[in-house]
């Protein structure tokens, strides 16, 4: 079966710090796979998507990046923080588009 | 290219019964809804791919009308295990995404 594994699960870093969020996803290959960010009591806002390894599609421009050095791995970046960065990061995978999501267990980032 | 969901919160006993709607201002291909937990990742509930299809889940069924690009989530005789959060995500033609509506909060009280 297939799982997807995120971490860290919580996170505290200072404004200006660089961050680095990694997403594995294994029983599956060449899966899609999304990064969300979701404010406290919001809904949830695609950051970036990718359909394969090196392809990466960006939905709100900011000071975030994303990777996909392999076909399972899904890793957001920054290299400077900001405080409006805070909030609950979610990675995701689907077969395809058309597929149903599975949903990492998040990380909850706080910046100080 | 948001959805909207309404309404934004509802509390029912349980047994009670409810209907949350999304609706989207673009044509859509599909609707997948997902139900979180507070402090939990979503749980993906059902897909529909279909104008008009109807699929169902435990006591939680939902349709999908394509001309009016609105989809509704129907929770029948609730039971507590059903509060949480409720999101529609709308997925349109030639899109690889999905954009996720506000959220719709159900708590179910005894």
New interface residues.
Partial sequence: SQTIHQWPATLVQPVGSPLSLECTVEGTSNPNLYWYRQAAGRGLQLLFYSVGIGQISSEVPQNLSASRPQDRQFILSSKKLLLSDSGFYLCAWSPNHHQPQHFGDGTRLSIL | Q?PVQSPQAVILREGEDAVINCSSSKAL??V?W?RQKHG?????LM?L?KGGEQKGHEKISASFNEKKQQSSLYLTASQLSYSGTY?C?T?RRG?????????TRLTVIP
Avoid: D
């Fill in positions: 948001q291909y599909s997948h997902y939990e990742a979503p749980v993906f897909i791919l999101f995500g997925e899109a690889n995404n999905l954009f996720f509506g506000t959220g």
